[in-house]
């Protein structure tokens, strides 16, 4: 076919057919630069197939000529129809000379599996210039090199241009999808043996590398080695080991993290942990680092001084030495929105273009970021600004794991060892911890974020801080040496990044919280850019801007999120009884702090799936273990004080129900009350949960107490939820506490128990024979005690994951077993926040309930609202196909 172009044979007026990405490879290709050979799919091709499609749904059918009537203000309407396309596209068949013709190009590639990557043109009519910043807009996909699957992998890149982010984009940028022009560059993909980035201004090169192939730098999951190099010299200035803890290469051996595609087709791609020893070691050896930057030398003198190269190290063979250098993307200071931007020599015939558009390239620039940016970390649009500017922390921040979203820029106050009553400077700043100690959650009240060396997703400081609606980075490195008290830092617990920005507060604003509100306060001097009450003004010169304005890239499932912290001029979506849909699934939400209840319960949500006790009580106990209060003889103050707090959280969620979730003390978490729990070796797998009511009732019978005094007080909606359940006999001697005292007889009553310990797997009909009335799933210490991975280890992040297949068919049996059993299942655990896209499987298995912390409220509405409405969809379009084969049957 003559629409299917090799690297070598493309010429400048293929420029719009073949994409910029193409173009660029195939221009330094043919100067004698290293890369992958490869060919290009022409974006006609795209076109004519859309002609080709039948379309089920006739509203679509002119999609190649007209423009899609969309309201972008609609996320669910956005999100229907980009799936509808999306599968019809995907579902179409390519005609057979296509096929034909793939293959015989294809057999010209020498590899096992192929690399297709969208190569994206727009043309004079999109009223944009080509070198809009759309990278990481669409995704590569990576299929085995076999007719069908590179059918099926050119359809998803197609389908790609469909996404609803990518609709969204176009259409907020003023772009009509009929005048994008997307091709594809077909590559081989060989394992590599690294791969990264060189960023190049004129006065400092900053190269990122990461083991294996480049997804795992493009998807932010590891933190490179980086290096500072001065361009001339070609000297290292300095370099930093960065963090890879796994790496993607070519499946060789069978691993459940084998990436399936969404079609049944499994993908040749694989992640793989990378041992302690290797995690040690750079990954670019010394020899290729010293090749890359003499590449990085040759290319400053073909196209200027100003762009980023990404770099593959590919290993064909098992030797080291035989591996080779390839450039597998370029782009030139203008695509990366640089401020002192030099034309790639190649830009030839469309420079004057270029220029007379540069106002309106601006524009669209500044509005993606000040929207919603779909640039990853690599590829962000003043890397070269930062890298040219003053202030290099701000170019290279810690990293550590989000655990609680949103962004805050406040002086740090660093707590290096533990007390109980530590001095802090004053309210507003940014906790820097080695461990946060539960003593401190006062502080935590009053912080503007939190950063913490050691901890995961689910420890106490990201809980609560998720709850707070501050940002937490946890499991950062040295942290308490790194960051100095008084130093401003800015802390983004969406990306796990802090940035470092000295002493002086000048030229940057300062984000100030009020009742649990975020705006921004005027910047002392300098850029001027806010005023009380206005939103800040994104400025691209300056660092901080790009950090502040830059969100993560959202998958799909968060697309149509508010942003909770009024931070981020992103799309919001209030979850308001005027513009929502009653989903039939109940939205629960997880809380402890009695601070937040008047917000919460504000929210459409239909109750208290968690109500995290040992939290709760932190304040009630005043430093005190709840033992003390006993022998001091302070047993009756002390029921009276916890009833008091319940019934603050009864009275407002009323006649919402609250799970009340009794005492699961962790000993290590609360060795700061006195006198101090026994330590434990091993206290996730201690004396917690129902095990310690056996040995000890006298604080279950408190709690139950408080309980009676609450119903007392005439709050009928709460429940009672047991922890950490490791066998029926455990239950059945709770229930028969709960029984005395008197609380089985309210009619509303329920008792519950959390499903984490694995052996409810096997013995849920024998709980709910012995009296327990539901279930929620705890998916945090289920997977923890499934994986076998200790869940608050920052090192161990990447081996708890919830989306594990043996994590996912513990829930659906869980879900399948409840429902056949006739009994209730909540899930309370992180995961579907974490995860959104799991929400559709839990919605599609019948949960009953999803709860989720407070952060996570207005998206998981939409993920279920989504899911719902997709399982609606599903059963009409079947039951429509259905009637359509009986009426043909009947016609034949
Ligand atoms: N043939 C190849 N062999 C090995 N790695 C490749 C090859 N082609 C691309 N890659 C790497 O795969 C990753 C994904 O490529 P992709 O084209 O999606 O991203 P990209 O180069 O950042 O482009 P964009 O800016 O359009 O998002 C990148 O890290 C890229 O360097
Ligand atoms: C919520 C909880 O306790 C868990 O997921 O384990």
């Known amino acids: 076919m003559d629409n299917f172009l090799w690297l070598n044979q493309i ?19 043919q100067r004698g630069y290293p890369v992958i050979p490869g060919f290009a799919i022409e974006a006609s091709v795209l076109r004519d197939f859309l002609e080709k499609i039948d379309w089920f749904d006739p509203l679509f059918a002119d999609l190649p000529n007209s423009s899609l009537h969309l309201d972008v203000d609609n996320p669910r309407q956005l999100q229907l129809v980009a799936r509808a396309i999306r599968q019809e596209i995907t579902t179409a068949t390519l005609p057979t000379e296509w096929k034909t013709a793939l293959a015989s190009f294809s057999a010209g590639i020498e590899a096992s599996a192929l690399i297709l990557r969208p190569s994206l043109a727009l043309p004079s009519e999109t009223g944009v210039t080509s070198d809009l910043k759309i990278s990481g807009l669409l995704e590569a996909h990576v299929c085995d090199r076999n007719e069908e699957a590179l059918a099926a992998a050119i359809k998803r890149v197609w389908a790609e241009l469909f996404r609803a982010r990518s609709l969204l984009y176009w259409r907020r940028n003023g772009i009509q999808i009929q005048h994008i022009n997307l091709a594809i560059l077909v590559q ?63 499946k060789e051996l069978p691993s459940w993290q084998g990436i399936e595609s969404k079609n049944g087709l499994s993908s040749p791609l694989q992640t793989y942990s990378l041992g302690e020893e290797q995690q040690q070691l750079y990954a670019l050896e010394e020899k290729y680092l010293k090749q890359l930057i003499r590449l990085a030398q040759q290319l400053t003198d073909e196209i200027g001084p100003a762009f980023t190269v990404e770099w593959t190290l590919t290993a064909k063979g098992s030797e080291s030495s035989a591996a080779e250098l390839y450039i597998t993307q370029v782009r030139s200071a203008q695509e990366m929105g640089s401020m002192e931007s030099t034309s790639l020599a190649f830009d030839s015939g469309e420079q004057g273009r270029q220029a007379d558009n540069e106002t309106s390239r601006q524009a669209v ?11 990853t970390t690599h590829s962000s649009p003043n890397a070269q600004s930062i890298s040219s500017s003053q202030e290099p922390s701000v170019a290279h921040p810690l990293r550590g794991i989000g655990a609680a979203g949103g962004r805050a820029i406040a002086p740090a106050q660093a707590i290096a060892s533990f007390s109980h009553n530590p001095e802090i400077t004053s309210t507003g700043r940014v906790l820097v911890v080695k461990t946060f100690h539960p003593d401190w959650l006062p502080l935590l009240k009053h912080a503007a974020g939190v950063v913490a060396e050691q901890g995961g ?22 942290a308490t040496q790194s960051i100095q008290s008084d130093e401003f830092v800015l802390v983004d617990g969406d990306r796990g990044e802090i940035y470092l920005l000295g002493k002086e507060r000048t030229a940057f604003p300062s984000i100030i919280r009020e009742k649990g509100e975020w705006s921004m306060e005027p910047s002392v001097s300098g850029t001027g850019h806010t005023e009380v009450g206005k939103p800040f003004i994104y400025n691209p010169q300056h660092p901080i801007s790009r950090v502040l304005h830059n969100t993560p890239e ?51 949500v239909d109750g208290v799936g968690l109500l995290r006790s040992e939290l709760m009580m932190l304040e009630v106990l005043q430093g005190q273990h709840p033992g003390r209060w006993l022998t001091s003889g302070r047993k009756q103050e002390l029921v009276e004080l916890m009833a008091q707090t319940i019934c603050q959280f009864a009275a407002a969620f009323a006649p919402r129900p609250v799970f009340y979730r009794s005492l699961d003390w962790r000993s290590h978490e609360f060795q700061s009350l006195a006198p101090s729990f026994p330590s434990e070796v091993n206290p996730m797998l201690g004396m917690r949960g129902t095990f310690s009511y056996l040995q000890d009732p006298s604080l279950f019978d408190v709690e139950l107490s408080a309980l009676v005094k609450v119903y007392q007080s005439g709050y009928t909606n709460v429940n009672l939820l047991l922890p950490f359940v490791r066998t029926v006999e455990e239950f059945s001697f709770c229930r028969s506490r709960v029984e005395q005292a008197g609380l089985l007889h309210q009619s509303h009553f329920q008792l519950w128990i959390m499903a984490e310990v694995p052996s409810i797997l096997f013995l849920l009909p024998d709980y709910i024979k012995a009296g327990c009335m539901g279930i929620s799933i705890g998916t945090n210490d289920l997977t923890q005690l499934l994986l076998g991975v200790d869940r608050d280890r920052a090192e161990m992040a990447i081996g708890f994951d919830e989306r594990h297949p043996a994590v996912m068919e513990a829930i659906a049996q869980l879900i399948r077993t409840a429902k056949q059993e006739g009994i209730p299942c909540s899930i309370c655990g992180q995961a579907p926040a974490k995860y959104p896209e799991l929400i559709d499987r839990l919605v599609e298995w019948g949960i009953s309930s999803i709860s989720v912390s407070l952060d996570a409220v207005e998206r998981t509405y939409t993920c279920i609202a989504r899911a719902e409405q997709r399982l609606l969809l599903e059963a009409a379009r079947s039951q429509k196909s259905k009637v359509k084969s009986q009426k043909k049957g009947r016609r034949d």
């Open 11 to 29: 010429q400048p007026r293929d420029r719009l057919q073949v994409g910029e990405k193409a173009f660029h490879l195939s221009h330094l290709a």
């Open 188 to 250: 081989p993909l060989y394992n590599s043996l690294a791969a990264g980035l060189v960023q190049a201004s004129p006065n400092l090169w900053e190269i990122q590398a990461t083991c294996g192939l480049g997804m795992a730098l493009i998807k932010g999951e590891v933190l490179p080695d980086y290096y500072q190099v001065q361009p001339e010299s070609g000297t290292v200035l300095m370099q930093q080991l960065g963090v890879k803890t796994l790496a993607y290469n070519l």
């Open 365 to 375: 620039e500044e509005s993606i970021l000040t929207q919603h940016s779909f640039l």
């Open 457 to 478: 997703m689910t420890c106490h400081a990201a809980i609560i801080a998720r709850e707070l609606g501050i940002p937490a980075v946890v499991g950062v490195r040295d």
């Open 554 to 604: 959202l998958p799909d499932a968060q697309l149509p999120i508010a942003n909770t912290q009024g931070l981020m001029p992103n799309i919001q979506l209030p979850i308001t009884a005027t513009t929502s849909p009653i989903v039939a699934t109940q939205l629960l939400v997880n809380l402890s702090q009695p601070s937040t209840i008047e917000r919460a319960a504000s929210l459409p």
